[in-house]
C-alpha cells in the first residue's frame, strides 16, 4: 500500500523538507528561499523542452536528489562547468523530502566518516557562499551507553574520530542530565557527544547546492526523465531522456530508489535496495514550548543506541526515529513511473517495543499525543555503506548510490566523486564504499537479505569481529564440510566463506556471557547458532574467548604443521604477445625472470599510492595472479580497464575454477613429500618459486610463499580436486600432528612479520615509499604508472612512515586499527593493525607515523579504548626477521 503526499497543508508545522514544491515554489517566476528558480520544465510543451536542451556535455549526473545535486555542485566546482543534472520530477522529490535531516557524524568507517567531517563542514559554509539558508542547526548530538560493550565502542570510536579530525566529548551522565534536563539518566554507563553536529533542512541543503552548481555554470533539467542509456563506440554515453539526447563523456548514477533500474540501463546489477524507515512527530509539549519561551538552545539531538532510536526536537514537540528489526525492503523492482513525494503505509505496531523505551528514557514523549507518522524509502546496501565511485566493468560510468545517511553523506560523496571524475583518483581512501567491494553473487535474494539486517543493525555495537548471518552460506569451497565438522567457526569475505578460528568439540560460550536481560539488542554479542544450537563465539573490543584458542593454531603451527583453506583469494590469468610488457608497464616491481618464479608486485596510483597487491607467478603460457579475495571485483576491474585496445593481453578470471589450500609449519615439507616424488628441498625447490606437482593422484601447483612467515606452500588446484588433496594432505599429516587453523591465526603471524594489507598500510593516501615497500620497487626497470611520483617524492621527503610498534602495559585489549598515535600528547600518526604475536609473545601494532617518530627505539603512545598504553618503535619482522623459517635455512625438523 503506498500513499502519495499531496498537496501542501498536509503536514502543517512540519519542517520545510515536506513542503511541495510544485504548488508555488517552481512555478515560472516564483523564489524559491533567496535563490531564484528557473521556469519548471515541466510546464513547457515537450518540442520546447527538447529544442532548448544541450546536446553535449562533459558529465551527465542523472538524479536530483541532494547526492546527485551536490555531485553536481562538486564537479562544477572543480572547474566543469560544462555539466548537466537530469532529474524526472522535482528535486528531493524520492528520498530526500521526507529525510529526517540528522547529520550523523559518528561512523566506524574511515572512508565515511571523512565522507561525513566532510559534508558537515561543506554545509556550515554553503551559506555563505549561495547567500542561501540550509536550515543548519548546530545542537549537538549525544549518544547514551547503557552497556560495558557500548562503552568500549564509543572509547574505540573517539580514537578514530580523532585520526580523522572530529571532535568529540566524553560525558558523565549528570552531564547528559544539564544539557538533556527532559532525558531520564538511569543506568546508563556515559555518553560521548559531538559538538559540530546537529540537523539540516534537506530541501534547503539540495536548492543551496543547485544554486551554487547553476551559479558555476551547471545546468539542471526537471520532469526530465531518462529512458535509456547507451554506450557509442568512441566510448562516450548518450543518455536519451523524453525531451532529447545527451552526448556526454561520463555519466553518474544517484538515482536513489531507481538504482536498480538505472543499472539494468547499462546492464548492471546494483547492488541497492531500499528499506521502509518510519518516524513519529508528537504533538508540542509544554516543556519544550516554555524552554523556547526562555530562549534556551535546542536540546541535541539524542541516540539511544542501545534501543535503537534517535530523537529530536521539532515544532516544540519530539520526533522519534527507531530501526526495527523487521522493516521490510520495498522498491524491489523500483518505483512506478508516476512516483513523488511517495510514503507508505505507517506501522505504529512495529514500533512500539522503541516507543516504550523512548518514554522509559524521555517520559516527556508519551506525555503529547502523536502529531503524524512518515515511512518512506531509504537506499541500503549489504554491508549499510554507500556505494561511490566507478561502475565495474564500464568505462566512465559513476555510482553514487546507496546512501542510508545520504544527507549526512551527500556533501563529502560528491566531492570524492567529483575528485575520482576529474583528476583520475579520490583524495581519500574509498575502498571502504567502492562500488567493487560487492561482486556478482550480491542479486535480489541476498539483497533482500542482508539490506534488511543491515537496517535493522544501524544500532547495535559494531564490533570489530562481528560476523552477521543473514545471506549465508553462500559461497562455499568443496572442503568447507570438512571444516566445519573439525569445529570451524566461519567468517565471510566476498560471499565465500572461510574458517576464522577452530573450536573444540563440544565448545560453547557460557549463558551469561551471551549479553543482558530479554532485551534482544543488548544480547548482540555473539554469533549464530551453530546447527546444533551451540553458540561457539562471542565479540568484543577486547581479547574474546577465541583468543587462547587462535593462539593454539598459532603454536601448532609453528611447531607442527597446519592446512588453510584460502580458496576466496581473487585469482586470474594474463597471457598474449603483450602481456610481460603491459604488466611491466603497469606494476611496480619487476615480474620473474623465469617460468615458475614468483614476485610480489603492486599496482600503484599515478600519485605513487597503493591501489592494488598482486602475487604473480610465471608460466610458460602467462601470468597467474593472485590478490585479496575481498577485492577480487576492484582488482580485475582495474586491471581489465588498462588492458591495451589492440587485443594483444588477454585476461581471464579462474577463482572458481582453482581452489588454494595453505600448507605451511616446519613439518610441511615432510607432509608434502610423502605425496608427491617432486623434489621439495631448497635447492631444487627455493622460496618464491612454483611447480606443477603430482599430490597423490591429483596435481596442483604448488608456490612456495605463504602470509605466516613459515616454511610452507600454496597448493593452487582445479577446484573440483579440492576435498581429495585435502583428506590425502589431513591423512599424511596426522603423524606429525597437522591440525588445520584460520583466518585470525594467519592474521596474528601476518602481524609479527609486519606483512601489509591493503586498504590498511597499503593505501591511496600513503606512497609506496611511506608505506615501506622499497624492496618492491624498481626504479631501474623503466616507466610504470606512479614512477615519476615516486621520483618526486624522494626528492621532496615523506609525509609518513611505517612503523611496527611494540606495546606496552597490555592486559585483555590489543589495538586493533585506527587507534591515536601520540608523543609527548601530540597527535603523530595512527595505528593500521594490531593484535597479540604469539610466537613471540608481545602485543604488536603497525602504524603509519610522522617520519620524525619513526627511528628504532622512539617512545610512543597508543590510546586503546580511551585507555594510554606505552609503545615503541621496533624493528620491522619481530619474527625472524631475517627469514630463516620461511626460506628454511635453519633444521627445524
Not at 514500533?351 to 518512506?376: C, D, Q, S, W
Amino acid at each position: 500500500m503506498h500513499q502519495s503526499v499531496n498537496g501542501p497543508g498536509l503536514m502543517p508545522g512540519f519542517f520545510y523538507v515536506a513542503r511541495r514544491f510544485d504548488d508555488v515554489a517552481n512555478r515560472p517566476g516564483s523564489t524559491l528561499l533567496s535563490g531564484i528558480i528557473p521556469p519548471r520544465d515541466g510546464y513547457l510543451p515537450a518540442e520546447a523542452r527538447e529544442q532548448r536542451m544541450k546536446r553535449e556535455a562533459r558529465a551527465v549526473v542523472i538524479g536530483g536528489g541532494v547526492v546527485g545535486v551536490s555531485t553536481l555542485y562538486h564537479l562544477a566546482k572543480k572547474g566543469w562547468s560544462d555539466v548537466i543534472l537530469v532529474e524526472r520530477r522535482e528535486l528531493t522529490s524520492g528520498s530526500t523530502w521526507h529525510a529526517a535531516g540528522l547529520l550523523p557524524l559518528f561512523n566506524m568507517s574511515y572512508s565515511v566518516g571523512q565522507i561525513h567531517k566532510y559534508s558537515v563542514k561543506l554545509y556550515r559554509d554553503l551559506e555563505i557562499e549561495t547567500g542561501t539558508s540550509v536550515g543548519f542547526v548546530n545542537c549537538s548530538n549525544i549518544r547514551l551507553a547503557r552497556t560495558k560493550d557500548r562503552w568500549d565502542e564509543y572509547k574505540y570510536y573517539a580514537g578514530i574520530a580523532e585520526t580523522i579530525g572530529v571532535a568529540v566529548n566524553i560525558l558523565t551522565p549528570e552531564q547528559v542530565r544539564e544539557v538533556w534536563p527532559l532525558c531520564n539518566t538511569d543506568g546508563i554507563v556515559g555518553a560521548i557527544q559531538h559538538p559540530d553536529d546537529g540537523y539540516i533542512q534537506p530541501a534547503d541543503l539540495t536548492q543551496a547546492l543547485a544554486k551554487g552548481a547553476r551559479d558555476r555554470g551547471a545546468t539542471i533539467y526537471r520532469h526530465t526523465a531518462v529512458v535509456a542509456i547507451e554506450q557509442e563506440l568512441d566510448g562516450r554515453w548518450r543518455v536519451v531522456t523524453d525531451s532529447g539526447e545527451i552526448l556526454t563523456e561520463h555519466v553518474v548514477s544517484a538515482t536513489g530508489n531507481f538504482a536498480r533500474r538505472t543499472g539494468k540501463m547499462v546492464g548492471l546489477d546494483v547492488p541497492v535496495i531500499p528499506v521502509e524507515h518510519q518516524y513519529i512527530v508528537t504533538e508540542p509539549h509544554p516543556a519544550i514550548l516554555e524552554r523556547k519561551r526562555r530562549g534556551l538552545p535546542e536540546m541535541a539531538v539524542l541516540r539511544e543506541s542501545d534501543s535503537s532510536w534517535y530523537m529530536r526536537e521539532e515544532n516544540g514537540g519530539l520526533l522519534l526515529g527507531p530501526y526495527e528489526r523487521g522493516a521490510p525492503c520495498c522498491y524491489l523492482d523500483g518505483p512506478s513511473d508516476e512516483s513523488e513525494y511517495e510514503l507508505f503505509q505507517e506501522d505504529l505496531e512495529r514500533l512500539m517495543p522503541h516507543v516504550e523505551t523512548a518514554i522509559a528514557r524521555v517520559p516527556a514523549f508519551g506525555e503529547v499525543g502523536i502529531k503524524k507518522m512518515y515511512n518512506g524509502a531509504i537506499a541500503y546496501t549489504p554491508d549499510g555503506s554507500p556505494i561511490i565511485g566507478p561502475a565495474p566493468g564500464l568505462k566512465n560510468f559513476w555510482l553514487n548510490e546507496g546512501h542510508s545517511f545520504g544527507i549526512t553523506a551527500a556533501g563529502g560523496a560528491g566531492w570524492q566523486l567529483a575528485e575520482w571524475i576529474v583528476e583520475g583518483e579520490p583524495s581519500i581512501d574509498m575502498m571502504g564504499v567502492d562500488p567493487r567491494r560487492f561482486g556478482p553473487y550480491a542479486t535480489e535474494g541476498y539483497l533482500r537479505a542482508k539490506n534488511e539486517e543491515a537496517y535493522a543493525n544501524v544500532f547495535t555495537v559494531h564490533y570489530p569481529d562481528e560476523e552477521r548471518a543473514a545471506g549465508r552460506p553462500l559461497k562455499t569451497s568443496p572442503c568447507y564440510e570438512r571444516m566445519r565438522e573439525r569445529g570451524a567457526i566461519f567468517g565471510s569475505v566476498y560471499g565465500w566463506e572461510r574458517p576464522n578460528w577452530f573450536a573444540p568439540a563440544g565448545y560453547e560460550v557460557p549463558e551469561d556471557e551471551l549479553g543482558a536481560g530479554d532485551d534482544v539488542l543488548l544480547k548482540h554479542n555473539h554469533a549464530a547458532p551453530l546447527k546444533d544450537g551451540r553458540i561457539a563465539e562471542r565479540w568484543s573490543f577486547r581479547r574474546s574467548n577465541y583468543f587462547e584458542h587462535v593462539g593454539r593454531e598459532v603454536i601448532n603451527l609453528h611447531e607442527n604443521v597446519g592446512l588453510l583453506d584460502m580458496t576466496a583469494f581473487a585469482k586470474c590469468w594474463v597471457s598474449g604477445p603483450g602481456a610481460e610488457s603491459w604488466l611491466n608497464r603497469i606494476l611496480a616491481n619487476r615480474l620473474p625472470r623465469k617460468d615458475g618464479g614468483i614476485a610480489l608486485c603492486h599496482l600503484l596510483t599515478k600519485t605513487g599510492g597503493v591501489r592494488s597487491e598482486f602475487t604473480v607467478y610465471r608460466q610458460p603460457q602467462g601470468f597467474y595472479l593472485v590478490s585479496a579475495g575481498a577485492y577480487e571485483a576492484h582488482d580485475h576491474d582495474v586491471l581489465r580497464k588498462l588492458l591495451p585496445l589492440d587485443g594483444s593481453v588477454r585476461m581471464f578470471p579462474v577463482t572458481t575454477q582453482w581452489g588454494v589450500l595453505v600448507l605451511a609449519g616446519p613439518k610441511s615439507r615432510d607432509v608434502l613429500s610423502k605425496l608427491t616424488r617432486n623434489d621439495l628441498s631448497n635447492a631444487s625447490f627455493p622460496w618464491l618459486s612454483g611447480q606443477r606437482i603430482s599430490i597423490g593422484h591429483a596435481t596442483a601447483h604448488a608456490l612456495r610463499i605463504n602470509f605466516i612467515g613459515e616454511l610452507g606452500w600454496e597448493l593452487h588446484h582445479p577446484i573440483e580436486m579440492q576435498n581429495a588433496i585435502f583428506d590425502m594432505v589431513m591423512e599424511a599429516g596426522e603423524e606429525d600432528g597437522i591440525r588445520p587453523f584460520g583466518i585470525r591465526a594467519m592474521n596474528s603471524m601476518a602481524l609479527e612479520k609486519s606483512y601489509r594489507l591493503i586498504p590498511r598500510e597499503l593505501s591511496i593516501e600513503y606512497s609506496a615509499w611511506e608505506s615501506g615497500l622499497d624492496r618492491f620497487v624498481s626504479l631501474q626497470k623503466g616507466d610504470f604508472i606512479g614512477r615519476e611520483a615516486l621520483l618526486r617524492q624522494r626528492e621532496e621527503g615523506l609525509d609518513w612512515n611505517f612503523v611496527t610498534l611494540e606495546v606496552h602495559d597490555i592486559s585483555d585489549a590489543d589495538a586493533r586499527g585506527s587507534e591515536p598515535v601520540h608523543r609527548n600528547g601530540e597527535l603523530v600518526g595512527r595505528v593500521t593493525n594490531g593484535g597479540y604475536g604469539w610466537r613471540v609473545g608481545k602485543s604488536l601494532a603497525l602504524a603509519m607515523v610522522r617520519p620524525d617518530c619513526s627511528t628504532i627505539g622512539t617512545k610512543l603512545e597508543i590510546r586503546i579504548l580511551g585507555e594510554p598504553h606505552p609503545a615503541t618503535v621496533i624493528p620491522d619482522s619481530p619474527f625472524d626477521p631475517e627469514n630463516k623459517m620461511l626460506r628454511a635455512d635453519l633444521d627445524s625438523h
